[in-house]
């Protein structure tokens, strides 16, 4: 009896596997994208059903969740290994990691059927697997854009039928809030990009702005604030080993055209992704980061085509310059630590620039029907290729001296938490101490006069500097520079850099006066205060020698008040200490 149990238990269990690895075969991997002919894309749950469902029948592939989104549904990333081997500490021993970012703007699906379609095929042999790069994606980031879909906010777009929003679930543009991490969504891509840590990343999208020939664009990173020999593999061989590959694949590619309410024919100025950005985000870490810009006037089909080439070639690259890319990277954080001084903001080198042929359309301004006003109008019946400038070389224009180290008063916290989102190390003092620091005092600024993404948006900030003792408290927080980290620390705790904290309006509290002067008081002390020092009383009546000055009553008790020491320390001081090398 026992005998015919067990046979009987084998045949059942065999049974069951044959049964399984036959349904295997029969599963349809066949994308609505394929279905509709290039017309359609799916929604949030087919996609996410799409990569289970790969990851089910191939164990190359596996889907797993990190992170919360402002929607209420975690955010998934989506592995695709050979090896089948998905522990990152593990894999970048020996291999590269591209990160794949899709419908960060969810009406810009293509990189999202893209991707799809390019895991399915590597799994099932249809191109060659990677030997020496992981690929992983974020299948949709946008969640809650994703979930909002219609078929006509992309007004200027050619499909596909239906898509999702802009915006997330709180109406942010998640494009702009890397640094500032106001969303969910921003703070769970932070710590997949720290789980992760790509070598190279890549962040579709469709772009918008002037009519040309091409389907395809690329925005890479600009490579002078990537710096050194890393910058310029990605300008010199990187760029050019994808041009080429995709031109001899018949996908003619660009460099993203970023005109605005005029023809390019005259060139253009490179696109510089600051930090709120997401290359210019991971560049931070020297990753390698580009942007996918397909052309959103060309039918869904032929872009979503493109985008799929495009990252075929840019896993050839990587496979190719694997060892390459490991070694640059490697040197460029030795190098790092080894600056005295850090770039913060820049503008375009009117010394270099390059020529490239360019195909597009001959535009001219006619009169509207509609305004009576000039409108634009490109003619596609008159085609061109011809010379253009792109200027794609930046130099600094402020740099700051890099610090051996910041200080973080503890009721600084929402910045602590920041750095700690971003694996930035840092010590606590154990107990109250005085030592002597680097202080800035916020010398100008000017303010967005209209609401950016939550935000009203300093700029244009400077800073007067002095060196003075400070109290720290048990609990403050010492953040040393020399670390994996330091790009970052430097772009958001310079109050110069365009998307520091500051900037940020992280720190706006210290920009309003918390106690004040009431005149008919303050002028009796103010009379003894000059009568008591001469060299204030002569500086008054120097400063007096300004008109504007004079015959205001006002602004003079309170230059006398700012002298005295009844002005309160905090208002315009930066409260993040430098201390210096």
């Not at 890319?325 to 903001?345: D, E, G, S």
Request: proline share 4%.
């Amino acid at each position: 009896m026992r005998i015919i149990t067990l046979i009987i238990s084998f045949i059942i269990i065999t049974s069951c596997n044959t049964s399984e690895k036959d349904s295997d075969k029969t599963v349809d991997f066949t994308t609505i994208f394929e279905k509709s002919k290039g017309t359609e894309t799916p929604t949030y749950p087919e996609v996410i059903a799409y990569y289970q469902k790969l990851s089910n029948v191939y164990s190359e592939i596996q889907i797993r969740e990190i992170g919360m989104t402002d929607s209420g549904n975690p955010l998934h990333i989506a592995m695709l290994n050979p090896d089948k081997q998905f522990d990152f500490e593990k894999i970048r021993q020996s291999k590269r990691i591209l990160l794949i970012n899709n419908g960060i703007h969810p009406g810009e699906s293509d990189g999202i059927d893209a991707t799809m379609l390019l895991f399915r095929d590597i799994v099932q042999g249809t191109i060659s697997a990677p030997k020496n790069t992981v690929l992983v994606t974020i299948p949709v980031y946008n969640i809650g854009g994703a979930l909002n879909r219609n078929s006509g906010t992309r007004t200027n777009q050619n499909g596909p039928k239906a898509y999702g929003f802009r915006g997330n679930a709180r109406n942010y543009d998640l494009n702009r809030d890397f640094i500032k991490n106001d969303t969910k969504n921003a703070q769970a891509f932070a710590e997949i990009f720290h789980i992760v840590q790509p070598d190279v990343f890549i962040d579709n999208h469709v772009s918008n702005g002037a009519d040309y020939q091409y389907t395809l664009t690329h925005l890479f990173t600009q490579h002078n604030k990537l710096n050194g020999k890393l910058g310029n593999y990605l300008h010199n061989e990187m760029q050019p080993q994808l041009e080429a590959s995709l031109t001899s694949k018949k996908w003619d590619i660009t460099p993203y055209v970023n005109v605005w309410g005029t023809t390019p024919d005259k060139g253009w100025t490179q696109f510089m992704d600051s930090p709120r950005y997401s290359t210019g985000y991971t560049t931070l870490w020297n990753t390698l980061g580009m942007m996918v810009e397909t052309h959103m006037l060309k039918p869904y089909k032929l872009r979503v085509e493109g985008t799929y080439e495009l990252m075929k070639s840019m896993i050839d690259i990587t496979e190719k310059d694997s060892e390459k890319i490991k070694t640059l990277r490697k040197q460029a954080f030795a190098n790092m630590q080894k600056r005295n001084t850090y770039p913060v903001n820049w503008k375009i080198d009117t010394t270099q620039t390059t020529k490239i042929n360019f195909k597009g359309y001959e535009g001219e301004y006619i009169n509207s029907n509609i305004t009576g006003a000039k409108r634009l109008k490109y003619f596609k019946d008159k085609p061109y290729d011809k010379e253009v400038i792109y200027k794609n070389y930046f130099t600094p224009t402020t740099k700051i001296d890099v610090p051996e180290a910041y200080v973080i008063p503890q009721g600084w916290w929402n910045v602590v938490e920041k750095l700690s989102l971003n694996k930035i190390n840092y010590q606590t003092i154990e107990k109250d101490s005085t030592i002597t620091v680097e202080v800035y005092h916020i010398d100008d600024y000017k303010s967005r006069k209209t609401p950016y993404e939550g935000h009203y948006l300093h700029y244009s900030t400077s800073v007067k500097k002095s060196i003075e003792q400070v109290f720290l408290k048990k609990g403050d927080v010492i953040v040393p520079t020399d670390q994996k980290g330091f790009r970052y620390l430097i772009e958001t705790l310079e109050p110069e850099a365009p998307d520091s904290f500051f900037n940020w309006n992280f720190f706006d509290t210290i920009l309003q006066q918390k106690e004040g002067f009431s005149p008919y008081v303050w002028e009796d002390k103010a009379m003894k205060l000059l009568d008591n020092d001469k060299e204030l009383y002569t500086k008054f009546i120097q400063k007096k020698k300004d008109t504007v000055f004079a015959n205001n009553w006002y602004s003079q008790l309170d230059w006398i008040h700012k002298q005295s020491d009844n002005y309160e320390k905090a208002h315009m001081k930066y409260p993040v200490y430098r201390i210096l090398k």
